[in-house]
């Protein structure tokens, strides 16, 4: 498979009260960010509505303190019909995305809390971090939608957070893109961990520089920083393109 890989942060993280679960064999449990408004009805989808991936159902409300169990949350990315949306017109983090071209693929990187298991129970450890959770291999793109989408249109994205809201009010068709993938796209069984290690091998500045390492910021703090912002991280036809996906492909099967 080859394309150029873009990374996009996505999931609960430091600034909210919870993060995505990890577990001691490498599977783990995604849990998106709080959606901006909220929205009641058949279009929204509460954080108690949220089911397990290895057991649905089951929810996932062990790992969601309980003032937000009634809240809505924008599932994005979400796993069933492979699809992410975001405002790449107007946010500045994900304006990259708008290079992304059919073939492409979106890898999703998310801070994963550790959980232990103590007789029979899950502890949170105060141990994080960053895992590749799944990818898009992109087969369609919907780019600045503005206005209601066609029955047929509307198909492949019903699902898509941004597409949700937007059917809830016509002022939220807001020039929102939405990326669907391919058969080939996946919801990894276990996390991918996104080390020191991997970065060094796959990933450069925007300016073509290695990351700055050490200081006063731990690797942790480092990898955040660097991936904040959505960027095509590796493109195959950049001179040591193809070996920086190569190494990224391998480290994946190892896992």
């Known amino acids: 498979?080859?394309?150029?890989?873009?990374?996009?942060?996505?999931?609960?993280?430091?600034?909210?009260?919870?993060?995505?679960?990890?577990f001691e064999d490498g599977t783990f449990e995604f849990i998106p960010i709080p959606e901006d408004?909220?929205?009641e009805g058949a279009h929204g989808v509460q954080y108690r509505d949220l089911r397990s991936f290895y057991s649905p159902t089951e929810d996932l409300s062990e790992f969601i303190p309980d003032r937000f169990l009634d809240v809505t949350t924008h599932n994005d990315p979400e796993f069933d019909?492979?699809?992410?949306?975001?405002?790449?017109?107007?946010?500045a983090r994900a304006r990259a995305l708008r290079g992304v071209e059919r073939g492409?693929?979106?890898?999703?990187?998310a801070r994963l809390q550790n959980y232990r298991k103590e007789l029979a129970e899950l502890t949170p450890l105060s141990e994080f971090g960053f895992y590749f959770v799944g990818f898009i291999h992109v087969d369609r793109i919907y780019r600045s939608v503005t206005d209601p989408l066609s029955t047929q249109d509307l198909e492949p994205i019903n699902l898509n957070a941004h597409v949700r809201r937007a059917m809830t009010d016509d002022s939220l068709w807001d020039s929102f893109w939405v990326f669907c993938g391919s058969s080939w796209s996946r919801r990894f069984k276990k996390a991918v961990p996104v080390t020191r290690e991997l970065c060094e091998k796959i990933?450069?500045?925007?300016?073509?520089s290695p990351w700055r390492w050490g200081g006063e910021r731990t690797d942790l703090q480092v990898i955040g920083s660097y991936t904040r912002t959505c960027?095509?991280?590796?493109?195959?036809?950049?001179?040591?393109?193809?070996?920086?996906?190569?190494?990224?492909?391998?480290?994946?099967?190892?896992?």
């Open 37 to 39: 408004r909220q929205i």
């Open 1 to 22: 498979m080859s394309g150029k890989i873009y990374v996009v942060n996505v999931g609960t993280n430091a600034s909210h009260l919870f993060c995505s679960p990890i």
């Open 104 to 109: 492409d693929f979106l890898f999703f990187l």
């Open 203 to 208: 990933f450069t500045s925007a300016d073509g």
């Open 81 to 91: 019909s492979f699809t992410y949306g975001d405002n790449c017109d107007v946010n």
């Open 231 to 255: 960027r095509c991280a590796i493109d195959p036809s950049a001179p040591d393109g193809l070996e920086r996906e190569s190494v990224l492909w391998d480290w994946i099967d190892r896992f």
